[in-house]
């Protein structure tokens, strides 16, 4: 029969570990690490560069105070807390003696507050730190871990605790009164975490008062006022892992749980059975996976940078040491994992993303290198079939589409039948001009300055029902994009 080229589209989808080989679409990949997926191609994942010095301990708290024109950026580490608005090395710290490291906080009122669960919670107003005023009945003011703002009032809640307290109106802290949800669930735990959820009761848009609970409960409420609280009703979705792992998206709010990462309103209005309405439902056994593995690790965190289109969820593989992030293009939903990203925390400041390490604070999207490091993105297509499934073929050469603008070294390899490519970077050290070729990868560092795209085709040579090519690109300072791969085949006999 007379060779045939069909066009495959890169795996803007993203990575998808739910369906089978035999079944999963061709805009999908089995892996996609540090390639992230956009409109109709993926690129290689931003990298970062080393932003803020010298705090002197692991940096466990990022916030933003903002009120009117006034934005100052916060970090907190080694017991102290640190104005890094500027880039460098950081000056005396604002405040010090603390603790613990991981506050929670709020904005209100010109003031944002912290809180921990161990050390008397603070307010800073744009210039000085100090306590925050704060009493109740038979309330431990020190043990106060989460903090939240609803209806013109702050909220608050104890460590180990199921009960709510909350302020006067417009009052960030002061004299504060008791709610107590431990009459309202059914199944026990405590409270983990508070949020705004918006949603059309039909009358209009409402904004209800959302309190997560360990166990999984979920107690929602309308109105403004906690005095006259009306009961929406009690859910129950997969435990939640973090009380950084809930965030406000649009209306909805979007929580890490040993289910999945779900959104609110779609387990609410699915229900919990099966993996409807949860946003990893592609990379839900991966998202599985993490929970039993690092579920009780400290760094979990779901973060929203919008201006890189990207959801992230941050994985403490092992606290303080390596982490992961699962990604998601918020546009399309794609998803993909980010390795070699070593965030303790992430946070916005001046709508750019940040994230803490060892004593530094580093700037993500800054580049495409990580701080000087190259950056690895290794990417495997789903099977791609190439015309009837009963078909035997001949796949004599493939041909990426790869844009890059400046010189990287790059691994390919083509296998048949659900056979999954192994391919590894070859030794030496690359200058410029073409490498060694063969029937089974392409390796090179030939690609020159400028928007270069590879068209060469690669010879393979392999034999079968279905196709899977994995793309293995090294990066330092270069922006890369795959668009396709182009197959040339013969086609033999039906069987």
């Known amino acids: 029969m007379e060779a045939k080229a069909k066009a ?17 679409g061709e805009q999908y990949a089995i892996l996609l690490d540090n390639w992230f997926p956009s409109e109709g191609r993926v690129e290689i994942r931003p990298g970062y560069t080393e932003y803020a010095t010298g705090l002197g301990g692991n940096v466990e708290t990022l916030a933003e105070y903002e009120y009117s024109t006034a934005r100052v950026f916060l970090a907190a580490a080694n017991g102290s807390f640190f104005n890094v608005s500027a880039a460098g090395a950081v000056g005396a710290a604002l405040a010090t003696g603390f603790s613990v490291n991981r506050w929670q906080y709020a904005n209100m009122d010109g003031k944002i507050g912290f809180v921990n669960g161990t050390d008397a919670p603070q307010q800073y107003d744009g210039t000085t730190f100090g306590a925050m005023t704060i009493s109740g009945t038979a309330l431990t003011v020190a ?14 809640w104890e460590e180990n605790s199921q009960d709510v307290w909350y302020s006067a109106t417009n009052a960030l802290g002061g004299a504060l009164t008791k709610f107590p949800l431990s009459r309202v669930g059914q199944f026990g735990g405590k409270l983990l975490a508070m949020g705004t959820w918006t949603r059309d009761a039909g009358d209009g848009m409402d904004d209800l008062a959302v309190f997560l609970m360990t166990s999984g409960e979920v107690i929602v409420y309308s109105g403004q006022d906690p005095a006259s609280f009306s009961l929406v009703g009690v859910f129950r979705i997969g435990a939640p892992l973090a009380i950084r792992g809930m965030i406000k998206l649009g209306a909805d709010l979007l929580i890490i749980t040993k289910d999945g990462y779900v959104p609110l309103k779609g387990v609410i209005d699915k229900g919990r059975v099966g993996d409807s309405g949860v946003l990893s439902d592609k990379i839900n056994t991966e998202v599985s996976k993490a929970a039993q593995a690092y579920g009780s690790n400290f760094g979990w965190q779901a973060f929203h940078y919008p201006n890189g289109n990207m959801l992230i969820f941050n994985i403490p593989v092992s606290t303080n040491t390596t982490y992961q992030q699962h990604v998601f293009n918020t546009l399309t939903g794609a998803p993909c994992r980010f390795k070699n990203i070593n965030a303790r925390v992430w946070g ?21 290198d990580d701080n000087g490091a190259v950056i690895d993105a290794d990417g495997i297509t789903s099977s791609t079939y190439l015309g009837p499934r009963s078909q ?3 796949v004599t050469a493939i041909q990426p589409i790869i844009a890059s603008d400046g010189k990287v070294q790059t691994a390919i390899m083509t296998e048949s039948d659900y056979k999954i490519p192994g391919v590894a970077f070859k030794s030496g050290t690359y200058s410029g001009g073409v490498s060694d070729w063969d029937a089974a990868s392409w390796d090179t560092a030939t690609w020159s300055s400028g928007n270069y795209i590879s068209k060469d085709w690669i010879s393979t040579g392999q034999y079968g029902y279905n ?4 793309i293995r690109i090294r990066s330092a300072f270069q922006k890369v994009k795959w668009y396709s791969i182009n197959y040339l085949f013969n086609p033999a006999g039906l069987v």
């Open 8 to 24: 495959i589209p890169s795996p803007y989808k993203g990575w998808n570990t739910k369906d089978s080989l035999a079944d999963m």
């Open 143 to 156: 043990n106060l871990i989460g903090v939240n703002i609803f209806g013109s009032r702050s909220y608050f």
């Open 348 to 368: 916005l400041y001046n709508d750019n993303a940040y994230f803490g390490g060892s004593g530094s604070i580093y700037q993500f999207n800054d580049g495409y």
């Open 392 to 394: 035997l073929k001949m």
């Open 467 to 470: 196709f899977i090519t994995r």
